[in-house]
Nanobody, 124 residues
């Protein structure tokens, strides 16, 4: 059974940093796309970014986080990480780790697998 387990969420002050990690189990995603979504209360789910399964990987970051968030992966450990810097109150959301059987990581990717989510709250 495939599982994606996020960690690293929490409370952080405006301008601070957090690092989210996602550990996958049940199958290898070393050649598959992985990424992150987020959903704030009362808002639609937003694709934050993804990293492809190809080598070398390519990344996609949403305009709202470009230059502040960085996605990376460890193929051996079967993990994906979201480094979040210069956090803003509007980054407050539940963040979900996702993975797909394909290698392509874009907002239009089907994203077959989802984690349970981790809360990130940015306060001023």
């Amino acid at each position: 059974q495939v599982q994606l387990v996020e960690s690293g969420g929490g409370l952080v002050q405006v301008g601070g940093s957090l690092r989210l990690s996602c550990a996958a189990s049940g199958r290898s995603f070393s050649n598959s796309a992985m990424g992150w979504f987020r959903q704030a209360p009362g808002k639609e789910r937003e694709f934050v970014g993804g990293i492809s399964g190809w080598s070398p990987s390519s990344t996609y970051h949403a305009d709202s986080v470009k230059g502040r968030f960085t996605i990376s992966r460890d193929r051996v450990k079967n993990t994906v990480t979201l480094q979040m810097d210069s956090l803003k109150p509007e980054d407050t959301a539940v963040y979900y780790c996702v993975a797909d059987q394909s290698a392509l990581a874009t907002p239009r990717t089907h994203w077959d697998y989802w984690g349970q989510g981790t809360q990130v709250t940015v306060f001023s």
